[in-house]
């Protein structure tokens, strides 16, 4: 490892090898730099005004300004919007509004994404592998008018309570929540759904600004750890969609052993599964295509990636696949 790799590393306070890996990633120290400087930014917070609760987001707007938030409308998507500013008080997450359901909170914005990326329909069976707490599977009702199925899996009690209370404040009625692993999921439900989320625990390689023991807190041990688990559920996320399904697999990682190796190694000798060019509402970075010498699979030149540096938002991996 370069001295120029360390020294950014001890300026920032991250283990090395996690900038080694970044300089790998872009290909260039300046750009090395200037993701380590996004990182240190703190992210604005943004709300998604909840059309099952609410004909007219406007009114929402209007309640809120006037206890002094300052928000502006996301251009890429309708009912969201980044808080440009906040009184004092009341807090986001203590206001009537948001105890009553009007609103969902984000630390960031880049959340909004995966949703409208795999665009469930109404007559959808969608299966969502790990839910807690909540944003992607209330969202996704959302897109369906609370109509069609929703299987929310969530295997930890806590966060299950959490994913729970979110999903019955915000009035989502199409959704059943399960606490199961969802490497069970591809034996329980096995070629049940028609779409699928796989929203994966992974390090937070992506979202260091929402926590800066991020940047020492991960081993090169749990992140193999974290891979072996992301390509178990992803199998098992394949293995519960119908012929013609499609999934979509996505981290709050730029780590690329989280990413574009996880797809790698799943998708290797599988030519039952396509992996579709995306339509984002926000144009994507590249994914990494060579990682240390490692070619991954022609295929995942589809997916896309989001950057702090880049798209003012989190890191975030994201890939759409349909099983033949
Ligand atoms: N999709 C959620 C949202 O938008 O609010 C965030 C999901 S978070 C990135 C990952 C979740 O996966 C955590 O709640 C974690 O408890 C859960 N999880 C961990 N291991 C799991 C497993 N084996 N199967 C399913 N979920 C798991």
């Known amino acids: 490892m370069g001295e120029d790799v360390k020294e950014l590393a001890r300026r920032y306070g991250y283990r090395p090898y996690m900038v080694g890996r970044y300089l790998e990633i872009l290909g260039d120290l300046k750009e090395v730099e200037e993701l380590l400087e996004a990182f240190e930014k703190a992210l604005r917070p943004s709300i998604r005004c909840n059309k099952l ?162 940047k020492t807190k991960t081993s090169l041990e749990d992140l193999v750890k974290h891979h072996e688990i992301q390509k178990e559920l992803l199998r098992s996320a394949l293995d519960s969609l119908k012929g013609g399904g499609r999934i979509l697999y996505t981290t709050c990682s730029i780590a690329p052993e989280e990413n574009e190796l996880v797809l790698n190694e799943v998708i290797k000798g599988r030519d039952d599964v396509r992996v579709l060019s995306l339509e984002t509402p926000v144009k994507l970075s590249p994914p990494v295509t060579e990682y240390y010498g490692i070619r991954v699979d022609e295929r995942i030149r589809y997916c896309g990636r989001t950057y702090p540096h880049v798209h003012g938002m989190e890191g975030f991996f994201i890939c759409l696949m349909e099983l033949k």
């Open 53 to 214: 609760k609410l004909a007219d987001c406007r009114e929402l707007i209007e309640r809120l300004e006037k206890m002094g938030f300052l928000l502006e409308r996301i251009g890429w998507c309708s009912e969201a919007y980044e808080v440009l500013r906040e009184p004092e008080k009341p807090s986001l997450g203590s206001t009537h509004e948001h105890l009553i359901g009007l609103y969902y909170l984000y630390r960031g914005k880049a959340s909004l994404i995966p949703p409208i990326t795999l665009k469930p329909g109404e007559r959808d069976e969608v299966l969502d592998m790990a839910a807690a707490p909540g944003g992607k599977t209330t969202h996704m009702a959302q897109i369906m008018r609370n109509k069609g199925l929703i299987v929310a899996l969530e295997p930890d009690e806590g966060r299950l309570r959490v994913l729970r209370n979110n999903v019955e404040r915000l009035g989502v009625k199409n959704t059943v929540l399960l606490r199961l692993d969802g490497r069970e999921a591809g034996k329980v439900f096995r070629k049940t759904f028609t779409k699928a989320l796989l929203d994966a625990p992974c390090t937070g390689e992506g979202i260091i600004m929402l926590d800066p023991s991020r």
